[in-house]
C-alpha cells in the first residue's frame, strides 16, 4: 500500500514538474531534479553504451548528478523529488 502511495505522490510531482518552467530554475537545481527523477524512473543504470557515443558536456553533468544519488534507493530518490518540486511549487504561489 506504501509503494503505490509513493509513486501516486510521484507521479503527481511529476505532474506539476512538468509545469515549471525549467529555465526559471537555477542549473544546479535542474541537475539535482534530473538525478532525483532518472533515478527513481531509471534506478542505477547510469550510462548505457549507446549514451557514450553522444557524450557531450551537458550529458557530463547530468550523469555526474545521477552518479552522486546512486548510494539512494529508488524510494529515496522519489521521496526527495516529490519534496523538492512541493518546494519549489509553494514558493511560486
Request: charged fraction near 25%; proline fraction near 3%.
Amino acid at each position: 500500500m506504501a509503494e503505490k502511495d509513493l509513486d501516486t505522490r510521484f507521479q503527481e510531482a511529476v505532474e506539476i514538474a512538468e509545469t515549471i518552467p525549467q529555465a526559471s530554475l537555477p542549473q544546479d537545481v535542474q541537475l539535482r531534479l534530473y538525478a532525483y527523477y532518472k533515478h527513481a524512473t531509471s534506478g542505477n543504470n547510469i550510462v548505457s553504451p549507446n549514451q557514450m557515443l553522444n557524450f557531450d558536456l551537458r550529458n557530463a553533468f547530468k550523469t555526474n548528478a545521477w552518479m552522486q544519488i546512486s548510494h539512494l534507493t529508488i524510494e529515496e530518490a522519489k521521496e526527495l523529488y516529490i519534496k523538492n518540486i512541493l518546494e519549489i511549487h509553494n514558493s511560486r504561489k
